[in-house]
């Protein structure tokens, strides 16, 4: 399911826009936007780095989802066990050393086995 609500800002991929190769997909709304968990599994990571404020979840099938540049620190814990559709965080605007936020949106990425993916074909339109 989708993480948030609002528009793609940012590609996956090589964009010329973005300046470069995009490991996820950004998608823009207001400051406070509510995020959720595009999927039921287990918060690995809840706090603050790269991306400022951000989640990271293991769906026990290969898969990990990130969510990154939350408003504030996430609503979950790391252990914790969410529901696809739970509130997880806030949409903000919060980077680290290894982030940079043009505007307030979610970062959202998705890892096969390791691999960064194009989340975009795993969404439900």
């Not at 995009?22 to 991306?51: C, E, F």
């Not at 609503?75 to 903000?92: D, S």
């Amino acid at each position: 399911g989708w993480p948030t609500s609002g528009e793609i800002s940012a590609p996956f991929g090589w964009s010329r826009s973005y300046g470069g190769y995009h490991k996820g997909l950004d998608i823009a709304n207001s400051w406070g936007t509510p995020i959720y968990a595009a999927a039921s599994g287990q918060v690995i990571t809840a706090g603050w780095g790269g991306l400022g404020w951000y989640v990271v979840i293991d769906h026990e099938n290969g898969f990990r989802t990130e969510y990154g540049h939350m408003a504030q620190p996430p609503l979950v814990v790391e252990g914790e066990r969410v529901e696809r559709g739970q509130q997880i965080g806030l949409m903000g605007r919060t980077y680290g050393a290894g982030g940079y936020a043009t505007g307030v949106h979610l970062h959202f990425a998705v890892r096969h086995n390791g691999v960064l993916i194009d989340p975009l074909p795993l969404l439900e339109r």
